[in-house]
């Protein structure tokens, strides 16, 4: 495997991305890796309004949403991801691209290849060295979720069902770049197994 620069971390509702990007951002700053950490949606001043659309809008059209999600993107890419990369720096994304196939694709059950063509417009073609997919059934990652739910957080079951095995499928596809890792493991274990995997890249 390749230099690692670009890390993005996915998965299912209540699976533990973010404490999972915060503990790597950490742990390669510890080191003296300068880390930009961000999201999706959000990560810039747009994007964190349009994030506030998509989980808390009402009477948004699922046309609509997608679009949002894109333009949250092509903000993130070509103002925060792009010129971070080209100074070298380690970007870290709590969700990318993938996101997008997983829920909309898989999850509401739009076309992949018209998908694949308006992210590439958005992103330019630019995709993660490393995607870690913390990978937790439906039924126990909704659990982990007792705070106010959000509009995916509020779906039925088998939106979140479609959207895991869609995330798998697009890991079996491409093992090289993904790693799957069981998201009901304690936090720490978890940040062991990224963790090796990282260094590896590093060297
Ligand atoms: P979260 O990152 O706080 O979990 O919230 C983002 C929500 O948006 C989550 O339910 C997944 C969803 N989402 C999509 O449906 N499509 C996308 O492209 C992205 C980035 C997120």
Redesign the pocket.
């Given at each position: 495997m390749g230099k690692i620069s670009f890390i993005v971390f996915e998965g299912?509702?209540g699976c533990g991305?973010?404490t999972q990007t915060k503990a790597l951002a950490d742990r390669l700053r510890r080191l003296g890796f300068h880390i930009v950490l961000t999201?999706?949606?959000?990560g810039t001043l747009l994007g964190n309004k349009l994030?506030r659309w998509?989980?808390w809008g009402r009477g948004v059209t699922t046309q609509t949403?997608?679009f949002l999600?894109?333009s949250?993107?092509s903000q993130l890419v070509n103002r925060v991801i792009r010129p971070a990369l080209e100074k070298g720096q380690i970007v870290i994304c709590?969700?990318?691209?993938a996101?997008?196939?997983?829920?909309?694709g898989y999850?509401?059950g739009m076309d992949l290849d018209f998908l694949r063509m308006v992210n590439t417009f958005v992103t330019d073609g630019f995709s993660p060295d490393l995607i870690v997919l913390l990978d937790i059934s439906a039924e126990q990652g909704l659990a982990r979720k007792k705070m106010k739910l959000?509009?995916?957080?509020r779906e039925e079951f088998l939106f979140h069902q479609k959207?895991r095995e869609g995330y798998l499928k697009m890991a079996a596809a491409d093992p090289e770049r993904w790693m799957v890792v069981d998201a009901t493991l304690p936090e720490v274990k978890i940040q062991d197994i990224v963790w090796e995997r990282v260094q590896e890249s590093l060297g």
């Open positions: 299912g509702e991305k973010t999201h999706e949606p959000g994030r998509v989980k949403e997608l999600f894109l949250s993107r709590d969700r990318f691209d996101s997008t196939f997983a829920y909309q999850g509401r959000d509009v995916f957080e959207v």
